[in-house]
């Protein structure tokens, strides 16, 4: 995995995850989701959903599970460099 790859997952997962725990989303999109679907509390922590997004992105990707733990904690650092608290 490249740097630049690195990057880019890593700010995809941050986005995804910080969308789904934290934003209304388009047409409530996200919201709903959080409601109907709250997967154990996984929905509504970004800690927890950022690593299942990241694993999805990098397995699609092709790329190990280990550079997965990577991107979710590069998310991570974004969520906590932009001055948000874990859990939203």
Not at 24 to 45: D, V
Not at 64 to 73: C, P
């Amino acid at each position: 995995m490249t740097f630049i790859e690195l990057i880019t997952l890593s700010a995809a997962t941050w986005y995804i995850a910080y969308a789904v725990t934290s934003t209304h989303g388009p047409f409530g999109m996200f919201e709903s989701i959080r409601e109907y679907l709250p997967l154990g509390g996984l929905t509504a922590c970004i800690i927890c959903l950022s690593l299942w997004i990241a694993m999805a992105l990098v397995l699609v990707t092709h790329h190990s599970i280990l550079e997965g733990f990577a991107v979710a904690g590069m998310a991570l650092w974004i969520h906590g460099y932009t001055g948000w608290r874990f859990g939203g």
